[in-house]
């Protein structure tokens, strides 16, 4: 067990991402990771959050989720972030909870099912959505539907605000 920091999270989740057998796949990791943090912080401006908690959650909620975009992932996450760290149960909250479908419990957690979404629309992610499709036509289809299903599933997640 280590220390539970959002440093240490950060670092923990980016060697996972690192060793994602596809290249683009631990680019686009690291990148949406990043873009959630700081959507979430963003987010809980003027509100009584626990920030740490944000940070930790950004990073880890997608650790399971190293090939693909599987469902199951945020159980997944879970099993792989409590083998390194004792986690609060804000924080299992967010992981768990972070998909569409799902209910938070918590502030912490509804905000980063929120920055989860809203921040796939950052230009450095839709260029990475750019550079897929061009290397591979194939691509652009899924992604276009990976945005289609996350842009459906805001309104809702504005409304519970
Ligand atoms: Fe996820």
Not at 13 to 18: L, M, N, P, Q
Not at 33 to 53: C, F, N
Not at 70 to 79: C, T
Not at 89 to 114: F, S, T, W, Y
Request: glycine fraction near 4%; proline fraction near 4%; include cysteine.
């Amino acid at each position: 067990m280590i220390e539970l920091t959002p440093e240490n999270a950060e670092s923990f989740a980016r060697k996972i991402f690192v060793n994602d057998r596809v290249k683009k796949e631990s680019e686009w990791h690291i990148f949406h990771s990043k873009a959630v943090e700081e959507t979430a912080l963003l987010l809980a401006e003027g509100s009584y959050v626990d920030r740490d908690i944000l940070r930790e959650a950004a990073w880890l909620i997608d650790i399971g989720q190293t090939i693909g975009n599987d469902v199951n992932h945020p159980l997944r996450s879970l099993e792989i972030a409590r083998e390194e760290f004792e986690l609060p149960g804000k924080l299992k909250d967010c992981i768990i909870n972070h998909e569409n479908l799902n209910e938070p419990l918590c502030d912490e957690a509804r905000i980063i099912q929120i920055a989860d979404k809203v921040s796939v629309l950052r230009p450095e992610l839709i260029n990475l959505f750019c550079k897929y499709s061009k290397v591979n036509p194939l691509e652009k289809e899924w992604n276009i539907k990976f945005v289609n299903r996350i842009l459906k599933g805001i309104p809702d997640l504005l409304r519970k605000l």
